[in-house]
């Protein structure tokens, strides 16, 4: 009794994991862990002491937060709840670490995500879209069609500069990503801040080539300052992805497109790649994803017609 006494609270442990974590792990990830701690863990599970964690209390947990997570009583998204479940299991790890016996089983605990419909856009509205991308040479229209015919992230798209393009071998560098995350500096308030960081991955620094129709119409840049954004044109100024992805569906009411997110985009070309005859390692490569797996499973989505053309294919054997 006097050594269960002894043992840590599970909100000490995992403000020290934190701290411990913010040195590992990219900004976006911290305040994304940090507001999962003070919103959700710590409320829930910080007066526990580590030591009686046990699968009961964390399934009990997350069962919470599926069901009136959210401040208005309603529950959490599936993914949202998966994240926080993996932080805990984090915390865990650490606490077993530093020689704390954690009795929880977290492979009894599953939280199944529904896998969303992702929207790719048909054949007719892709050429809808690309009449309206064509009708001029903006910044903007151009750093769509950068998405849509070479797969580029809408936060990749937004942090490109002049230095990311190299004119002489014809392709685009992926170094950067832009994103806006709370600001965890302004103490009480809900106030964001854009950050532009390594992409989210090592596979995602890559090297893209550019199509030859694309490498003509970014000529115009060629002999601009490196550190010129592409969406701008200007080195004090830069295009966030919130308002990007407002002028993206700006494009798509006037061409009386159905509304998707810019990430269809993205979709839309892994899709018409696998439908042009690309092997998947080249397209993964492409893409910037850990494995080809990745790439055919969330990001290739086979239409009606294209599946009736490949059954077409199939021919009597006599």
């Not at 392709?171 to 390594?198: A, G, P, S, W």
Request: charged share 25%; aromatic share 6%; with cysteine.
């Amino acid at each position: 009794m006097k050594e269960q006494e002894n043992q840590p609270l599970f909100e000490m442990v995992g403000v020290q994991w934190l701290q411990n974590a913010k040195l590992q792990i990219k900004e976006s990830s911290y305040v994304k862990y940090a507001n999962f701690l003070q919103n959700h863990i710590i409320p829930e599970l910080g007066h526990i002491p580590v030591c009686e964690l046990n699968t009961d209390v964390v399934g009990t947990f997350v069962k919470k937060q599926l069901t009136s997570g959210r401040r208005d009583g309603g529950g959490l998204a599936e993914k949202t709840v998966k994240d926080m479940l993996a932080v805990v299991k984090e915390i865990c790890r650490y606490a077993t670490c530093h020689g704390i016996n954690i009795p929880c089983c977290f492979e009894l605990i599953k939280v199944r995500c529904p896998v969303n419909e992702v929207k790719v856009l048909k054949e007719q509205e892709q050429r809808q879209l690309e009449k309206i991308l064509l009708s001029d040479e903006s910044y903007t229209k151009t750093g769509i069609l950068l998405s849509l015919y070479m797969g580029l992230r809408l936060g990749e798209v937004c942090a490109l500069t002049r230095e990311n393009i190299s004119y002489k071998r014809e392709i685009i560098r992926v170094r950067r990503t832009m994103q806006r995350i709370q600001d965890l500096d302004q103490i009480n308030t809900k106030k964001t801040k854009v950050i532009v960081t390594e992409p989210k991955s090592i596979s995602s620094i890559r090297d893209i080539p550019i199509p030859s129709f694309l490498m003509q119409r970014i000529q115009s840049m060629r002999y601009l300052p490196d550190n010129v954004y592409f969406l701008s044109g200007k080195s004090d100024k830069f295009v966030e992805p919130r308002n990007m992805e407002n002028i993206f569906k700006r494009y798509l009411r006037e061409g009386k497109i159905a509304e998707v997110n810019y990430h269809a985009l993205r979709h839309t070309f892994a899709t018409r790649c696998i439908e042009s005859g690309f092997d998947a390692k080249t397209l993964s490569e492409i893409l910037g994803h850990s494995n080809v797996n990745i790439t055919l499973n969330r990001y290739v989505h086979s239409s009606l017609e294209q599946k009736r053309k490949n059954m077409n294919k199939l021919t009597l054997c006599v």
